[in-house]
């Protein structure tokens, strides 16, 4: 999707490791969201930040923590990773999505 | 807490056979519906929004319309392109901007 750049497009990690999902925008969009798709339980909120040094809680933000220093980037960290953070993160600048990031948790 | 059901999970047409997909929702208030299309590997695209009931949006082959309980995608005469899974949510007014996805109509257009 023109102007949502996410990275990395798939990652192995292995269990309590550390990694960020970057993502990074240039719409100027003063709302940002993170969500993770999983078979049968479609697509559920993380974290979402309603403009620039504002963040807030979704629906499933155990476990993960964004940051948004600057309009156009939000990272999302996964401190210590588990298995079941095994998912595709949807990073969505207004409602509009990025092509995603296929983490597995090993 | 805000619900979205949609129907039938999959569904396949015949070129040319129009039909609808269904969602279902319960919300504390609409803010918004949105229709998605989601192709294998990639990222929802935004298709639609509607806000009240009796809205109706048009793109292409595709009509989205809205009562207070649901909304339905008419699709009319689709192609094999139409093959995607098609995604509704609702946003509620009021608090912060939560968006509740449906699981997706996986829609197959045979030729």
């Given at each position: 999707i023109a102007g949502i750049t996410q990275a990395p497009t798939s990652q192995i990690l292995a269990a309590g490791r550390r990694m960020t999902l970057r993502c990074t925008q240039d719409?100027?969009?003063?709302a940002m969201y993170w969500y993770r798709q999983d078979l049968g339980l479609g697509l559920r909120l993380i974290h979402y930040s309603n403009t620039a040094g504002t963040t807030g809680k979704g629906e499933v933000p155990d476990g993960y923590s964004v940051s948004r220093a600057n309009t156009d980037d939000f990272p999302l960290t996964l401190a210590s990773a588990v298995p079941s953070q095994t998912s595709v993160y949807f990073c969505a600048p207004g409602g509009n999505f990025g092509n995603g990031t296929r983490l597995t948790v090993t | 807490e805000d619900q979205v059901t949609q129907s039938p999970e999959a569904l396949r047409l015949q070129e040319g056979e129009s039909s609808s997909l269904n969602c279902s929702y319960t919300v504390s208030g609409l803010r918004g519906l949105f229709w998605y299309r989601q192709d294998p590997g990639k990222g929802p695209e935004f298709l639609f929004t509607l806000y009240s009931a009796g809205e109706e949006k048009e793109k292409e082959r595709l009509k989205a319309t809205l009562t207070k309980k649901e909304s339905f995608l008419h699709i009319t005469a689709?192609?094999?392109?139409?093959?995607a899974t098609y995604l509704c949510a609702v946003q509620a007014a009021g608090g912060y901007q939560k968006v509740t996805f449906g699981i997706g109509t996986k829609l197959q257009v045979i030729p």
């Open positions: 719409m100027r969009h003063n | 689709p192609k094999p392109e139409d093959s």
